[in-house]
């Protein structure tokens, strides 16, 4: 396989894209990304790469295929087809399962819950919509508990073993928005001191600071 850069389409502020990002970074792959605003996610060419009009997408020259969202797709090729030496993966059983479960109570659980919150929060044109806000929430209390609950029981340093993998790095791009989701509400991550700990490592590593650093110079214009 040649070794091509692949190309990201992403957004300054959507967390999704840049949870491929973190990925992409530890893992060592040569990568370009192209920045879309919202209306030409709407229309062709992007139309053909992604039918639904959303980031994240990429492009791989070096397999000739056009992935679009859900995010946790481009992570599982991702996974398959670089993670040769199994960084970031497991392939044992019952761990290479676990770990899916875990992916897909981010994409399913973690990203709607909080994106929602984001949206009545801050972005939906009806303002003081109480109850919807606190539903959210309080979802994005729960989700936070159930992996805070789950790492203590397990007594484990990630989700799934001691090891980092794709499971715990996809949760990092939503936990990273966590003063803005919840500044209108009373929340301390000292209450989830399993999650707190275990968020903390992850946004420790040094490939995380460096997409965030990144994110932050393009939501500040820095990269036009």
Known sequence: ?????????????????????????ELGLPYETKYMDFPDLKKEPFESVNPNGRVPAIEDPNTGIALWEVSGAIIEYLEETYDKENKFQYTTFPEKFLSKSWLFFQVSGQGPYFGQKAWFSNF?????????????????????????????????????????????????????M?????????????????????NDKLMSRPTVKKVFEEKQNVSSGAHK
């Open 178 to 198: 966590l003063p803005f989701l919840m500044m209108d509400q009373k929340f301390d991550a000292n209450d989830y001191p399993h999650f707190k700990t275990w």
């Open 124 to 176: 939906h044109p009806e303002k003081n919509l109480t109850s919807a806000i606190d539903r959210y929430a309080n979802e994005i209390k729960r989700v936070i508990g159930v992996i805070d609950s789950h790492l203590k029981k397990q007594g484990t340093e990630y989700l799934v073993g001691d090891k980092c993998t794709y499971a715990d790095l996809v949760f990092i791009s939503w936990q990273q």
């Open 1 to 25: 396989m040649s070794n091509k850069p692949i190309l990201l389409y992403s957004h300054a502020s959507g967390p999704n894209p840049w949870k491929v990002a973190i990925l992409l970074e």
